[in-house]
């Protein structure tokens, strides 16, 4: 059975957000933390202000933070790797290393000694984990109610992506330059971390141009489950797309990462669809993507197909601030700066959209439509 908490919380004051968090928690079946260590994993993504809604809102991870010390957690430790980040990072911006400071818990730098380990479903690929992972009894994963424009949405499987430490996320992309293929990792990480629990905060979602340039949109909602997956599907009905058509969702359900939601014991995912929410327009999947082993053997092709089928990112002189963290993070080396101006190279470009979500400035436009 795959239980869905959904509960409402209107605004981010700290006693409403409590309340709802312990209601949530409650009713989505969390389960017994007394002297468990445990990992917080939130969605710090690129650690901006909270007005931005990009971050899995402080007050939310204070309040989880509070629950757990309630009831009886030996140890709360919180952590993220961000794509560019540094060995000194911490999320200041986010308001999470306050939180850290003021409950007393521990941040975690991904980032030392990853363990290498082998990733289900994508034909033996290794990566590094954060070696925290050996250490603890629990990890919770703590998404944003947001879009995606890669994956359409990001929700509790994709956010546990950044136990993979900075830099070593965005060459996946082009080893797995397919949605489908990009879903096969997703889903894998989330089998080896096993994630005992899931909140969403849905409280002031993201919408349109996702994950870190869409712009906030309040849903009132938080949403739990011990059920990764089912929390997903909850997220992505309410955001009215067909749950199946996403390709981590339609993967997860594959591989029995979790199932579609069997019982809403407060509210139904089904009551709360949002017609006019600005979603990524689905690119229609064909026939040839649903073999997952075609496109493994058959890469180069996939290459092909998804600079065919996806629109390079657009550069926008005037936002940009020239702080090179596009140039950065590109995966493919398809950016350079010249004359004060940064300059892509299509052919090069492998479509993964690394870099429009580390821009700081909305200075990316990445040209696939929204359906409202
Ligand atoms: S330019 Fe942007 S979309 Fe293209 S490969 Fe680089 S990071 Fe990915
Ligand atoms: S990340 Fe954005 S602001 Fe920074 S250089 Fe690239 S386009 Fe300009």
């Not at 059975?1 to 700290?14: F, L, P, R, T």
Request: overall charge positive; charged content about 20%.
């Amino acid at each position: 059975m795959s239980c869905v908490a959904i509960v409402h919380c209107e605004s981010y004051d700290q006693a409403l957000v409590d309340a709802a968090v312990e209601e949530a928690c409650l009713l989505g079946g969390m389960p017994e933390v007394t002297g468990k260590s445990i990992l917080l994993k939130p969605n710090i993504l690129s650690d901006a202000k909270e007005d931005r809604c990009i971050t899995t809102h402080s007050q939310v991870v204070r309040s989880v933070v509070r629950l757990l010390k309630g009831k009886g957690a030996k140890r709360i430790l919180i952590g993220d790797s961000p794509g560019l980040q540094k060995p000194s990072f911490l999320p200041k911006a986010s308001g999470i290393h306050r939180v850290c400071l003021e409950e007393g818990v521990d941040w975690v730098d991904f980032t030392k000694q990853p363990t290498l380990t082998t990733i289900p479903y994508t034909r033996g690929k290794k990566l590094p984990l954060a070696s925290i992972l050996g250490e603890v009894d629990m990890v919770f994963s703590l998404p944003k109610f947001k879009t995606h424009q890669l994956m359409y949405t990001t929700g509790a499987v994709k956010n546990l992506f950044g136990l993979v430490p900075n830099l070593y996320k965005s060459p996946c992309h082009v080893q797995f330059p397919s949605r489908e293929q990009f879903a096969s990792l997703m889903v894998g990480i989330a089998a080896v971390v096993k994630p005992s629990f899931s909140l969403m905060d849905g409280i002031i979602g993201m919408e349109g141009p996702g994950p870190a340039n869409g712009r906030p949109r309040h849903m009132g909602l938080l949403l739990a489950s011990c059920d990764a997956l089912a929390l997903d599907y909850a997220q992505a009905q309410i955001m009215g797309y067909e749950p199946k058509s996403i390709p981590i969702i339609a993967e997860g359900l594959r591989r029995s990462l979790g199932s579609a939601p069997t019982l809403y014991p407060k509210l139904n995912a089904g009551d709360l669809v949002q017609h006019d929410f600005l979603r990524i327009e689905m690119q229609k999947q064909t026939r040839f993507f649903h073999s997952l082993i075609i496109p493994f053997v058959l890469s180069r092709y996939i290459r092909w197909k998804v600079k065919r089928e996806r629109k390079a990112p657009v550069f926008l002189s005037d936002p940009c601030i020239l702080c090179r963290k596009c140039i950065d993070i590109c995966p493919a080396n398809a950016l350079t700066m010249q004359h004060k101006r940064i300059i892509i190279d299509p052919s090069v470009c492998i479509r993964c959209y690394c870099c429009h979500e580390v821009c700081p400035a909305s200075a990316i436009a990445v040209d696939e439509e929204i359906n409202s």
